[in-house]
Structures are given as structure tokens and as C-alpha cells.
């Protein structure tokens, strides 16, 4: 199952889709947030501070971009993250 992070952005974020995952592994991973847009994805790590995790298919551009849009969310994505898997 995936848990969207009902982030408003302009023009949709950019078509890009921010996530988290059911089975996100166990014991649970650190907190993070998967982006996807079609086939490409990435990884950001939120903490301590957002940093790409790793990514497949997407340009040097496009991650400047994303982390911007993550480094402007951390918060929202760190508290929906909580909802999503309580301590």
C-alpha cells in the first residue's frame, strides 16, 4: 500500500508524487520520502536534514528541483510520516 503526503504544491509539484510505504521494512527505516514521476523515483532521507538516499532515472535537475520541494516540506512529510508509523 502507498500513503500520499497530500502535498500542495504549484502545477501539482511538477507531476511528481511524494509517498511513504506500507512495508517500509522492518524494524521500520529511518524516516523518508519516496518521489516518483512515471517510471523515475528517488529517495530523500528527512532526517537530520533532507538528503538524497538515491534515485533511478532522474536528471541532476530534477533533483535540485525535488529537493528543494522536500527541504520546503520536511516538516509536513516528518509529522505525516508519524501518522502513518507511531512509535
Known amino acids: 500500500l502507498v500513503t500520499y503526503c497530500g502535498l500542495r504544491c504549484r ?3 511538477y ?3 511524494f509517498c511513504f510505504f506500507s512495508n517500509e ?13 512515471g517510471e523515475n523515483v528517488a529517495r530523500f532521507w528527512l532526517d537530520p ?3 538524497l538516499a538515491s534515485s533511478w532515472g532522474m536528471t541532476g535537475t530534477e533533483l535540485n ?5 522536500v527541504r520546503a516540506n520536511a516538516d ?12
Open 15 to 17: 507531476g511528481y508524487r
Open 11 to 13: 502545477r501539482s509539484s
Open 25 to 37: 521494512g522492518r524494524p521500520t527505516e529511518g524516516r523518508h520520502i519516496h518521489v516518483r514521476k
Open 49 to 51: 536534514e533532507p538528503v
Open 65 to 69: 528541483m525535488i529537493e528543494r520541494i
Open 76 to 87: 509536513l512529510f516528518r509529522s505525516r510520516w508519524n501518522e502513518r508509523f507511531p512509535s
